[in-house]
């Protein structure tokens, strides 16, 4: 079945320091990919997404590429502020599964001074 | 316009009570959906409902746990009686027809955090 695999946490960066978490995924289909986030007392929001092979999502200075041929969508920032810590989940979805969403563990990020 | 909500935002009960938790979706979606993170575990799917009608239930994980949306609008999931085991984060989420994977996102609710002692 469709499945997500997160690069476990918790994560302790500086502040200005690069980003990465690593994601990867199975699906049987061609799924969307998604990198939600939740803030400390908030839900989940969508921080960006890709619904197709070689696309790349970005918003607030996060980027993901969809590589099809590494079943990957690894997350990046080049300047993390103490803003982002967060925890980052990342998922698929497919209409093969219904749009039902596939989420990986979670990775905490915490940014300081 | 409002956002999903969800009720309440935590809820602590002993093993053998009964716990019912409610979602409201964005007025006008017709797909809703719970989901379940267990402590530190991924964020699991339980069921998904177009308006009133449950168009999956797989990942429900047992006959204590029973979701309702009558009237196509708010939606309840209940468990009774409640175990060690469902204590956890319950999310609900909400979309336009055609879901996440068609037309946009799923936009989710802030969870209730449920705690069975």
């Known amino acids: 079945g469709d499945s997500v695999t997160q690069m476990e946490g918790p994560v302790t960066l500086s502040e200005e320091a690069f980003l990465t978490i690593n994601c990867t995924y199975t699906?049987?289909?061609?799924?969307?990919l998604f990198w939600y986030v939740q803030y400390p007392g908030e839900g989940l929001q969508l921080l960006l997404k890709?619904?197709?092979?070689?696309d790349k999502g970005s918003n607030k200075g996060f980027e993901a590429t969809y590589r099809k041929e590494t079943t990957s969508f690894h997350l990046e920032k080049g300047s993390v502020q103490v803003s982002d810590s967060a925890v980052y989940f990342c998922?698929?979805?497919?209409?093969?599964?219904?749009?039902?969403?596939?989420f990986g563990t979670g990775t905490s990020l915490t940014v300081i001074p | 316009e409002a956002g999903v909500t969800q009720f309440p935002s935590h809820s602590v009960i002993e093993k053998g009570q009964t716990v019912t938790l409610r979602c409201d979706p964005i007025?006008?979606?017709?797909?809703l959906y719970w989901y379940r993170r267990v402590m530190g575990k991924e964020i699991k799917f339980l069921l998904h409902?177009?308006?009133?009608?449950?168009?999956?239930e797989s990942g429900m994980p047992n006959n204590r746990f029973l979701a309702e949306r009558t009237g196509g609008t708010y939606s309840t999931l209940k468990v009774q009686p409640a175990e060690l085991e469902d204590s956890g984060v319950y999310f609900c989420?909400?979309?336009?027809?055609?879901?996440?994977?068609?037309?946009?996102?799923?936009?989710f609710g802030p969870g209730t955090r449920l705690t069975v002692l």
């Open positions: 989420a909400s979309s336009q027809e055609g879901g996440a994977g068609v037309l946009g996102e799923q936009f």
């Open positions: 699906a049987t289909g061609y799924p969307s």
């Open positions: 890709a619904t197709k092979a070689d």
């Open positions: 998922a698929l979805s497919s209409s093969n599964t219904g749009n039902q969403f596939y």
């Open positions: 007025s006008g979606h017709d797909n």
């Open positions: 409902f177009v308006k009133e009608s449950k168009q999956d």
